[in-house]
């Protein structure tokens, strides 16, 4: 199979590879996939003071487009609100890294952990809010 | 003592100048890409294409042309082929036949052999972790009203003999159990089979396209009824196989191509001479060199191993290592995926038993039949040596697979789990 240029800078050399700290308020985490179907995704965002995503880390186990579609992600939702960073979608992702058709599922789990680590954040939100009023 | 490390007082020094994985001395380069996929096929020996070559051009003659020299010529060739192949596992030349490969081999076996009987039995019986085209055969026989038992392995690959014991009945015509197995290379108890087959009166079968010329086979010795052996898996050339067929006593099969009658009618068709010169003198050279070449790949393998092992926490090895051809080496390198490896080590061509390789998405069926969990299914790797792996290659390969393992493994999040100490089976993962 023969990869494009984008998914294997993105293999080679993959952007925001790391963890942020899970317990931070402003920080959300999406992990998805499964061991036993051969990937999953930890994608973190911590979220600034204006609303922007102002970093973004993930750690992907996974074949060569589950590691570029996780790193693209990271790339794609940085400065983004968290309304813009929803709207990304995989197919976008999979027309970015030109992602041959049996690895169309790489970008979706990409596009999972990005409203999976969103949802977690506003999750820690609401729960810092509805202590804020208690 | 020279400049570069290569030699002291001659010797060969085995541990070279390393930086970062990669040799400083400039010496001994392996040539990339590296092949350490012998499991899947192998190049033809140099000297076995030396061998076919007259048969494609001046001596082109067909075999089966009884009245003249070139028909002749090309008949000699063909018997001594034959000859040759029956020599590398202790048949009698009237006992081989020639097919295009292990899958036609396989085939015919099952379902000659099969069909011959089934007015008086019905009932095969094998192992999950056959080749696909035995159990694809196995399963076309199931179509036509056959049972068949799928005997499970242990974790260490190897059936249990008392189950195929168990599993024999008065419906029985043949177990066909692979002597070598092309993902994990652990070795069958051939004999121990071949012996409990020709107590119970059922013929015994054997897939040993992973296993001639690797290791001893003696068909008398292991009351082996029928072999398949392919070319291309022994460094000769693709499309030709063979399959044993015992005459004493006599194994009668129904053949499934019909034609001139070729083969003692069990597969018509004009022989391909030089494909058959070519299989012939793999076996010949695989026979005279088998016990050296054996005993440099078990140098060769555990050099890898070892280094695996000593370097890399969390690897572990599929399939027994006792009783295993040299020339393989299948490991899950524990929170990387196999596919994702691969693309890191692009110099080196290698399989993976991660679903990702395959067209299906499950992952390997024999790594699952062992009882090896998906996860770790998928990170494994098959790294297959032979003839013409040399020690600076393998010195080549573990340098970068170690490299790529901890690079990828530092962005798994999996092995991050597993160093905080989270179990990831606690995890309720979404399967998808
Ligand atoms: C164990 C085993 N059986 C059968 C085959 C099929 O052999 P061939 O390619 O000669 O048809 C192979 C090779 O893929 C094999 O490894």
Redesign the pocket.
Known sequence: MAYSQQLIDHYENPRNVGSLEKTDGTVGTGLVGAPACGDVMKLQIKVGVDGRIEDAKFKTFGCGSAIASSSLATEWVKGKTLDEAEQIKNTEIAQHLSLPPVKIHCSILAEDAIKAAIKDYRDKQQVADGKAAE | MSVNGSSTNGQQVHEPVQVNGLRQDGQNQPQLPIYLDY??TTPCDPRVVQAMLPYFTEKFGNPHSRNHHFGWEAEEAVEKARRQVASIIGADEKEVIFT?????S?NLALKGVAHFQKDRKNHVITTVTE?K??LDSCRHLEMEGFKVTYLPVQQNGLIDLEQLKAAITDKTVIVSI?A???EIGVIQPLAEIGKICRERGVYFHT?A??AVGKIPLDVNAMNIDLM?I????IYGP?GI?ALYVRRKPRVRLDALIHGGGQERGMRSGTLATPLCVGLGEACAIAEKEMASEAERLTYLRDRMYNQFKERLPEVFLNGDLDQRIPGNLNLSFAYVEGEGLMMGIKDLAVSSGSACTSASLEPSYVLRALGVEEELAHTSLRLGIGRFTTEQDVDYAVEHIIESVNKLRSMSPLWEMAQEGIDIKSIQWAEH
């Open positions: 499991q899947a295009s490969g292990a899958t036609e396989n080749h085209c035995v692979m070598v197995n092309n897939d396209a992973q398949s392919s070319g291309h898996k693709k196989g």
